[in-house]
């Protein structure tokens, strides 16, 4: 026990004062008027004892007054956790009910999801508290929500916790768990101060719930009134699902040429035991793609899919990925993917010698793009194409140096592939040369034991290395396991530091150069990729594919402008951007499964489809008055893979945060308020004054009886 004002028990002093008024104010025995001195010395003893009887009783009483008085000013606090549950179970609350309402919450058990038992459990706990308390609800997956929402009473509560649903974000219930603890920082209700405080978390306990290093790195204040935290346990015992967690391209890639394969690469795992199931992907107007899946339990498994392009037209493509057997969670049964075709690029070749560059354009049309083959005579108009490579060229004129600059301010591609001695560096030193290439050609270098690509030293990051990365990853690629070696090569003098992509591991001269215009970009080459004899590299060896990804990687950097787009986002982790594009539409929809509704661009001409709150292929139509739809972009939404690990968070992990028995498993028998600790202390004051009333009033009544006069004979 402690007292919030110990000096007030000084006042104890005070029980001394009815000892002194009784010695003071001692009433004197009658004095009777009976002859027969027998009774009165009878009498008179009888009347002594009752006068001490009562005098010693009134005194007991009235020292117990004040000592109780002086106790009450003093505010004696109980910190018995037992008496103090007891006598407070009747005590209005102040209480937060934070709710994981995130997809896996969606897990159904019969016919009932988890959020359904959140919701059964958090009614029940509020069923056995006085109605008189302040309640807070907080959907952790909407906390814009939050900041609107205030303590209400316990039948606005009951309407909350009844309208929760499931969301396809992926939010850790610790995040509201934070801004509960922080909205009971900040509350200042002046009426609310003294209640109790609690915190209570409905969540399944899965590992995408739990982020402990947020909660832990949240500040406290040291005057800050206890909360106590509990974290109410709904999810399944044993959880079975076969899920498909992810779908995405090889290289990241979004955008692909017509005639390419397009590899889908899809992700299954399994939880709780081994699944087989087939996997099905299916586009309008196509005949459904299928492959049969084994994963094992705990484990995943990928499965590639190479969509033919042959018969897809160029634009927007969309994929649903399916996986045909129901189960307990049914949101990661199906995903969806968007991807794009664009019509083959066209690209340049200019070349002094064209039957030794003919293989290198030739390679250029096996990678599905289209090519023109020409001497720098010959160029014509160069707006036509997307990209020029300029091969084994010895001296292009100032002509052509201002043709190229005027090319890439425009937005194109331009790449310089070097010759042999035959070429002459100063025809790459002109005014116009200077502004465009990263570096400046200085002399041959020659390696016996061959240059190769120090990987370690160069720029992975660079997103020219995009497709080198998606190879390094994939794994047993020749020219990865065994670098290509450049017995020959040209020394550069870069224009910055910055413009080196790939350097060798010859003194980390450079091997790959680029520069970036304010609409388009250069790529340099350091050995020639034409055919020459002697070869300068072993880079075209028919054992090797290293010319061929060479030319892949400079062609695709060039004219990945259209590749940027981005098609497929994820709840939670990035909403939907989309341009409304180039030509204006007085209105402008988005829909998917046939239901639509109207948007707005900002100043940007951007959309943010931050409100859209279900997965799926979506669409977005631009339309003018008396004219058909037309179809703006097409991208694809879907619930974060992370949401399908049913893995739980282990009790001691969450209870050493939360504190000891914090967790309650859902099986518990006892009523759920039991499970409240109320371990802040009781304050006695107002039992005190009530028995202090008591006393007074028994005291009155004694006092009365015991002094009062009677009426005379």
Same mark, same amino acid.
């Given at each position: ?166 969301? !396809? ?9 934070? +801004? ?9 209700? !002046? ?36 909360? @106590? ?9 044993? *959880? ?32 709780? +035991? ?5 996997? @099905? ?6 005949? *459904? ?134 070429? @002459? ?12 290439? !990263? ?53 550069? +003098? ?80 990035? !909403? ?7 030509? *204006?539409?007085? &209105? ?71 504190? &000891? ?7 518990? +028998? ?44």
């Amino acid at each position: 026990m402690t007292f919030v004002y110990p000096l007030l028990l000084g006042g104890l002093l005070l029980a001394g004062l009815p000892v002194l008024l009784h010695f003071l104010n001692r009433q004197k025995p009658k004095t009777l008027l009976f002859p027969a001195f027998r009774f009165l010395v009878q009498k008179r003893q009888s009347n002594t004892r009752n006068l001490r009887l009562r005098h010693l009783l009134l005194l007991l009483l009235r020292i117990g007054l004040i000592a109780l008085v002086c106790l009450a000013l003093a505010r004696p606090r109980l910190f018995q956790e037992q008496l103090a549950g007891l006598l407070d179970r009747e005590r209005p609350v102040a209480m937060i009910f934070v709710f994981d309402t995130t997809p896996s919450m969606g897990y159904k058990v019969g016919e009932q999801t988890r959020l359904d038992l959140a919701r059964q459990r958090a009614l029940e706990l509020l069923d056995q508290l006085p109605a008189d308390g302040r309640f807070l609800v907080l959907d952790a997956a909407d906390l814009a929500s939050a900041e609107r929402e205030d303590f209400a009473s316990a039948d606005k509560a009951r309407q909350r916790i009844q309208s929760l649903v499931v969301r !396809p974000e992926s939010v850790p219930v610790t995040t509201g768990l934070i +801004k509960a603890l922080d909205r009971f920082d900040a509350w200042d209700d !002046p009426l609310a101060q003294n209640l109790p405080r609690f915190v209570c978390v409905f969540s399944d306990r899965t590992r995408p719930a739990w982020d402990g290093v947020a909660l832990r790195k949240r500040p406290t204040k040291e005057d800050a009134i206890q909360v @106590q935290t509990l974290f109410f346990d709904v999810g399944a015992a044993e *959880p079975i699902d076969f899920a498909i967690t992810q779908a995405d391209f090889s290289g990241d890639r979004q955008s692909f040429l017509q005639g390419e394969k397009v590899p889908l690469r899809v992700v299954v795992s399994a939880t709780g +035991k081994s699944a087989a199931g087939a996997i @099905q992907i299916k586009m309008a107007g196509r005949k *459904p793609l299928e492959q049969a899946v084994t994963v094992a339990a705990g484990e995943q498994q990928a499965v590639t899919f190479d969509i033919d392009t042959d018969k897809l037209g160029a634009g927007f493509n969309q994929v649903e990925i399916v996986e045909p057997t129901a189960d307990a969670l049914a949101f990661n049964n199906r995903r969806f993917v968007t991807f794009k075709i664009q019509e083959r690029p066209k690209i340049l070749v200019l070349a002094d010698d064209l039957p030794r560059s003919k293989r290198f354009a030739t390679s250029l049309e096996d990678l599905v793009y289209t090519v023109d083959h020409k001497t720098p005579k010959d160029a014509g108009n160069l707006g036509q194409y997307q990209a020029v490579f300029l091969v084994s060229v010895a001296v292009p004129d100032e002509a052509l140096w201002q043709e190229l600059k005027s090319f890439v301010d425009a937005g194109g591609g331009l790449a310089v592939v070097p010759g042999g001695e035959e070429m @002459q560096p100063k025809g790459y030193r002109s005014e116009h040369a200077k502004k465009l290439l !990263p570096g400046e050609y200085v002399g041959v270098v020659e390696s016996k034991q061959g240059a190769v690509w120090d990987v370690l030293q160069s720029n992975l990051a660079h997103s020219f290395m995009q497709p080198f990365r998606a190879w390094a990853q994939r794994g047993s690629i020749e020219f990865i396991d065994e670098p290509r070696r450049a017995f020959k090569y040209w020394a550069v +003098k870069p224009i910055n530091s910055q413009a080196v992509v790939v350097v060798y591991d010859d003194n980390a001269r450079p091997a790959v150069l680029e520069r970036q215009l304010a609409n388009g970009k250069i790529v340099m080459l350091t050995t020639p990729l034409d055919e020459r004899t002697p070869e300068w590299n072993n880079y075209g060896d028919k054992l090797t594919t290293f010319r061929l990804a060479l030319t892949l990687m400079c062609a695709r950097h060039l004219c990945s402008e259209a590749q940027k787009q981005s098609l497929n986002f994820e709840f939670g982790v990035q !909403p939907p951007r989309v341009a409304k594009g180039i030509k *204006p539409f007085a &209105k402008y929809s988005v829909g998917a499964d046939q239901s639509t509704e109207d948007i707005t661009f900002d100043g940007q001409g951007r959309w943010r489809g931050d409100r859209l709150m279900k997965a799926g292929n979506y669409t977005i139509w631009g339309t003018n008055p008396d004219q058909p739809a037309e179809v703006v972009a097409k991208f694809s939404l879907n619930t974060p893979g992370s949401e399908s690990d049913l893995t739980h968070v282990p009790r001691e992990e969450i209870e050493a945060m939360l504190g &000891k028995d914090a967790v309650i498993a859902q099986d518990r +028998k006892t009523p759920l308020s039991e499970a409240l600790n109320w371990n802040e202390p009781l304050e006695l004051f107002p039992w005190l004054m009530i028995s202090i009333l008591f006393l007074l009033a028994f005291e009155n009544l004694l006092a009365n009886r015991f002094y009062r006069q009677e009426a005379p004979a």
